[in-house]
């Protein structure tokens, strides 16, 4: 079956660093995405990971290990406006996103 | 230029009743998805339209369906409303199917049911 799993509700504080972490279950994978929605918005998306590794963009990076199902979204100099629920999903053979992670809501405080 | 249009933003229907919603994507894009985002559920895939067919769907029942237009445009169509089926429905855009290409998601369409 298809599965993914990441934590419901994080905290930090403003210019720490915090670590998301997904791990996924799913058939015919092609690369994982990474989205941030702010409450009563809709979602935009961060990245799309395809290969092993780290990719850097700006304050975000996102970690994919294909073997292990694993992913992780890390979040540097966090600012306020960084509170918000980030999703991740992975994409199936054709790198569409059919299923969502729950999400994991991080709120930063000052 | 313009983002991805959703109309109408807000809706109520009785049980039994039957719903259109639309999305405009954006010029240029030919791949348009559907969504429901509940706080229960969280974001689950309807379906994907590309080129005028359906290349992908989820888990839906059929009461769920939709349809793309040869300007891209897409709608989606729930018949025989439920209770279950309030949520926020999105759709999201991009430049071609899968692959990676981001997505672009439009405001949302509030669906209550009553």
């Known amino acids: 079956g298809q599965n993914i799993d990441q934590p419901t509700e994080m905290t930090a504080t403003e210019g720490a660093i915090v670590q998301i972490n997904c791990t996924y279950q799913?058939?015919?994978?092609?690369?994982l995405f990474w989205y941030q929605q702010h409450a009563g918005e809709a979602p935009t998306f961060l990245s799309y990971?395809?290969?092993?590794g780290l990719e850097e963009k700006g304050r975000f990076s996102s970690f994919l290990s294909r073997s292990k199902g694993y992913s992780y979204l890390l979040l540097k100099e966090l600012q306020m406006k960084d509170s918000a629920s980030y999703l991740c999903?992975?994409?199936?053979?054709?790198?569409?996103?059919?299923?969502f992670g729950k999400g994991t809501t991080l709120s930063v405080s000052s | 230029k313009a983002g991805v249009t959703q109309t109408p933003r807000y809706l109520i229907k009785t049980r039994g009743q039957q719903v259109t919603l639309s999305c405009s994507p954006i010029?240029?894009?030919?791949?348009v998805s559907w969504y429901q985002q509940t706080p229960g559920q969280g974001l689950q895939f309807l379906f994907e339209?590309?080129?005028?067919?359906?290349?992908n769907k989820g888990n839906f029942p059929g009461r769920f369906s939709g349809r793309q237009f040869s300007n891209s445009r897409s709608e989606m169509n729930v018949s025989t409303l439920e209770l279950g089926d309030s949520a926020l429905y999105l759709c999201?855009?991009?430049?071609?199917?899968?692959?990676?290409?981001?997505?672009?998601f439009g405001p949302g369409t509030r669906l209550t049911v009553t």
């Open positions: 999201a855009s991009s430049l071609d199917a899968g692959t990676g290409y981001e997505q672009y």
């Open positions: 799913t058939s015919g994978f092609n690369g």
């Open positions: 990971n395809v290969l092993d």
């Open positions: 999903a992975p994409a199936n053979q054709a790198g569409t996103a059919l299923i």
């Open positions: 010029s240029g894009h030919r791949s």
């Open positions: 339209y590309f080129s005028e067919t359906q290349r």
